[in-house]
């Protein structure tokens, strides 16, 4: 399976270990089964180097870019690291992160959706007509919001997957099209204001001020990953197969702790955890385990690697490729509604700024950025949050330094060119044959 599952962690015992026939590899123990590259911080070290160094090395230059661009700018501002930034940055990533979610799901499998902007200001719009024009109760209103984002991905998925237009297409129409009834439904009315107090406004302007909410959250995520991981290690090595050794199993867990802790002390020196980064951490941990962890997932990953390779193997192409525009219908649909709940507002000039705008591209080169493949088969949900967290931070540190938006474009463009350029050349490593 070309692309195969993102992880690329468990290998079929002997596979890549460079022993001969008949012969023992030095990565394998007394029984013959393989083992990892080494014990504790060595370990890790090691897969590290293999990562940065291999076709997996996305999402690790991701992270050292990230770390560059805070020291950069807390160097030339010091309240870009300050709580107040930091927790306002955390809430302003979580639209196009969201939006950026539903992108990875639909390039896993090769494709594009460029309507998610459009079914953004589409949600937002249907949500302010029915909640404060026309009395809908918010919880229903913010449903139908939703729903019509799903309806809007379906309407996608059918056209590409049954009748065979492309995607480029299809969601290019669709831009156009949910953009023009979002415009539609505002009506000369133009303006709708939220009510300040709601439950949309609420959704990026509560937070839980308790400390023990979001050291709380730190601790779960901390245990959740290692159990998770030893819970692998014992699966695979019951099969014969490779995985992380205990000990860079801990280390990765203690890294993880310190990156989790920190933040969320930090967040506590503010207001505490925003509601807004819980929701997109659960719909990242949830979309990420059923990527990674069912059998649909793996059908996904498997259609990435090849449309008729992933037939051949029993995957219902059709099916698979029409929820998958579904769900990047749905995720713009609930990140609209936190855009409109960032400006308690939704206007014909929102409406056309999230359909053509920066929302469609920040949302589009978050997922790359990120480390998702635009070829198919490779990526996470994770590739949204770190490339929410790039694109954020470069727009973030800018406005601390008075630098105009236009020079902010051009970095974030040079940013994705160059996020698309190593993809292209990772994939390029690939098909290369083997040397002897």
């Known amino acids: 399976m070309r692309g195969g599952e993102p992880s690329g962690e468990a290998q079929p015992a002997g596979a890549g270990d460079g022993s001969g026939a008949g012969g023992k590899s030095s990565g394998a123990d007394g029984h ?64 196009t992160g969201l939006v950026a979610v539903g992108i990875v799901f639909v390039l896993l499998i090769g494709e594009i959706d460029l309507s998610v902007g459009s079914v953004s200001g589409l949600a937002g719009a249907a949500f302010a007509v029915l909640n404060v024009n026309l009395g809908v109760p918010e919880w229903l209103a913010m449903i139908v919001a939703v729903l019509s984002g799903m309806a809007a991905g379906a309407v996608h998925g059918f056209f590409f997957a049954w009748v065979g237009v492309p995607s480029f297409v299809v969601t290019l129409a ?10 539609y439904l505002l009506g000369a009315s133009g303006t709708i204001n939220l009510d300040e107090n709601g439950l949309v406004a609420s959704l990026t302007s509560s937070y839980f001020g308790q400390p023990a909410v979001a050291y709380g959250l730190a601790a779960l995520g901390t245990a959740g990953y ?62 990420d385990y ?22 051949r193997a029993g995957v219902r192409v059709v099916r698979v490729r029409l929820v998958m525009f579904m769900t990047s219908g749905t995720l713009a649909a609930i990140g609209g509604l936190f855009v409109a709940s960032g400006l308690t507002s939704a206007s014909p000039t929102t409406a056309r700024a999230a359909g053509s705008g920066m929302l ?6 978050a997922a790359v950025i990120g480390g998702t ?19 954020q931070s470069i727009a973030s540190g800018m406005a601390l330094l008075g630098v105009e938006d236009a020079l902010q474009f051009i970095i974030t463009g040079a940013v994705l060119l160059a996020a698309v350029t190593a993809d292209t050349l990772a994939r390029r490593t690939e098909r290369m044959p083997a040397q002897a």
Request: glycine share 14%.
């Open 32 to 95: 013959g089964r393989a083992r990892g590259p080494g014990p504790g911080i060595g370990g890790f070290i090691h897969t590290v180097r293999t990562r940065v160094r291999g076709p997996e090395r996305g999402p690790a230059l991701v992270v050292l870019g990230l770390i560059m661009i805070c020291v950069l700018f807390q160097v030339l501002n010091d309240r870009f690291l300050s709580p107040r930034n930091l927790s306002n940055l955390s809430v302003d990533i979580v639209s």
């Open 174 to 183: 669709g831009l156009l099209a949910w953009n023009g009834m979002a415009l």
């Open 226 to 287: 290692a159990l998770a991981c030893l819970r692998t290690r014992t699966r695979l090595t019951a099969a014969g197969m490779r995985y992380r050794s205990p000990g860079e199993i801990g280390v990765r867990s203690g890294l993880l702790a310190l990156v989790a802790f920190s933040a969320a002390y930090t967040l506590n020196q503010f207001q505490g955890l925003p509601l807004a980064l819980l929701i997109f951490l659960v719909v990242i941990v949830v979309s």
């Open 290 to 311: 059923v990527l990674r962890r069912t059998r649909y997932g793996r059908r996904v990953y498997a259609l990435g690697g090849g449309a008729v390779a992933a037939r």
């Open 360 to 365: 469609l591209i920040n949302a589009i080169a």
């Open 373 to 391: 493949s635009l070829f198919g088969g490779r990526g996470s949900t994770w590739s949204a949050l770190l490339g929410a967290l790039v694109i």
